[in-house]
């Protein structure tokens, strides 16, 4: 019923610049966090970025300084803008977030289809 559809990938030079773009859509009370997974081919998803619904946000050691996540509340999005990119953020991006389809409800999660982001050196 909640749908989460990603955007924004594409291929791109080492040192380069992308921003992706998640949007929610369905039936949701309230989004309690949202984040970003990416998964480079034989191996396991990683979290990249989550952002609470206070905008606390927690980052990857390997893409702190140079990725930021940011959300609209109002739009139910959240971006990922990804600077100084290098060929080893090469993955598929993964959208998530958890999130109340009514107050008193118990919190569930859905992923997004994913989009690529490929890093040339």
């Known amino acids: 019923q909640v749908q989460l559809v990603e955007s924004g990938g594409g291929l791109v030079q080492a040192g380069g610049s992308l921003r992706l773009s998640c949007a929610a859509s369905?039936?949701?009370?309230?989004?309690?966090?949202m984040g970003w997974y990416r998964q480079a081919p034989g191996k396991q998803r990683e979290l990249v970025a989550t952002?609470?619904?206070?905008?606390?946000?927690n980052y990857a050691d390997s893409v702190k300084g140079r990725f930021t996540i940011s959300r609209d509340n109002v739009q139910r999005t959240v971006s990922l803008q990804m600077n100084s990119l290098r060929p080893e953020d090469t993955a598929v991006y993964y959208c998530?977030?958890?999130?109340?389809?009514?107050?008193?409800?118990?919190?569930?999660?859905?992923w997004g289809q994913g989009t690529q982001v490929t890093v040339s050196s």
């Open positions: 369905g039936s949701i009370f309230k989004i309690n966090d």
């Open positions: 952002i609470s619904s206070g905008d606390n946000t």
């Open positions: 998530n977030a958890v999130f109340l389809t009514v107050w008193y409800g118990t919190p569930r999660s859905a």
